[in-house]
């Protein structure tokens, strides 16, 4: 029985660690292109892209949230900051939720890992979902 | 079979070397950015080095306490609520980078996790509990009741319409 057990163990660490084996460069690879993003693009990057156009500010914020990598965190500072400087709400909650739900970058990762179908569907759906989401959040907010 | 999956196997190396190749190709224009970049992919790794063991034991755990059958019961095409609960709280609680959780859902997957359980898991990790006080801060406590609220909610319309999607795309 207990040797039994010990095969059993022994059988999901092997698997995990070629689970491990498989993923590795895989990790490594998006960890290198998020490390070189980040040090290239700069916070104050953000500020400089809306216009102020009332339909052309949301798009940007997603398309640029899509892009954009980082920690949720990140997103939220940027997000305020950029109400403080005047950009609409709809552009910011935008910006944020294609941030942490669209991964432009992780995109051939995901499509190596889940297909290429999966990986472009899912994405896209989130971009559209970040859009129609601002949307609703601004007009539930103004209600309240 | 055999075949498909040392493909596989080769087209991940092949990223990470093509990654490589364009850090050296930037150190030959830019070198000061390319030091930086790998400063910050240390530290990334440093950050994200302690997630990666609770998901390999997550994976450890998973491989020795649940069968395909077992997933499949919980996550699987017949799991209803139950599924769709445990895809949105996972999402929500599981922490680092998305892509550090890639190999236990694709193992999951493997073992009979629908596709919408997978994409509402991924949208529910735009819901963290622990950065919660940082957005109320930023936002306002109504502006994160109402977001968050329309998040859970279009996790699970993303999901049926991702598998939909990609149903009807295996039927053509």
């Known amino acids: 029985m207990f040797k039994m057990e010990l095969l059993r163990v022994k059988k999901s660490f092997i698997k995990t660690l070629e689970s491990l084996k498989q993923i590795l460069p895989m990790i490594l690879g998006i960890i290198l292109l998020v490390a070189l993003f980040i040090t290239a693009v700069p916070e104050s990057f953000y500020n400089s892209i809306f216009v102020g156009n009332k339909i052309l500010d949301p798009l940007l914020g997603a398309i640029i949230g899509s892009i954009a990598i980082g920690q949720p965190i990140t997103s939220y500072i940027i997000g305020g900051e950029l109400l403080d400087h005047g950009v609409s709400l709809i552009a910011v909650v935008a910006f944020i939720l294609a941030w942490v739900s669209v991964g432009t970058i992780q995109l051939p990762a995901e499509s190596m890992v889940f297909g290429k179908r999966f990986a472009i569907v899912r994405n896209s759906t989130s971009f559209v979902s970040a859009l129609i989401i601002a949307i609703l959040v601004t007009l539930t907010l103004s209600f309240l | ?172």
Request: aromatic residues 18%; charged residues 15%; proline residues 2%.
């Open chain 2, 1 to 172: 079979m055999k075949e498909n999956s040392i493909k596989k196997h080769k087209s991940r190396w092949i990223f990470l070397v093509l990654v490589i190749i364009l850090y050296l190709i930037l150190a030959l224009v830019n070198f000061s950015l390319v030091k930086e970049s790998f400063l910050t992919f240390l530290n990334l790794l440093k950050k994200i080095f302690p997630i990666f063991f609770v998901v390999l034991f997550f994976m450890f755990i998973s491989g020795l306490f649940f069968n395909a059958k077992k997933i499949t019961k919980s996550l699987g095409k017949d799991a209803g609520i139950k599924g769709w609960l445990i895809s949105i709280i996972g999402g929500i609680l599981s922490d680092g980078p998305l892509y550090m959780w890639y190999p236990l859902l694709l193992e999951l997957r493997e073992h009979g996790m629908r596709d919408a359980f997978i994409v509402a898991f991924f949208y529910n990790r735009a819901v963290k509990i622990s950065l919660l006080p940082m957005m109320i801060y930023y936002f306002g406590l109504s502006f994160v009741i109402v977001l968050t609220f329309y998040m859970i909610l279009f996790s699970i319309i993303n999901g049926v319409l991702v598998e939909k999607f990609l149903k009807v795309r295996h039927k053509d």
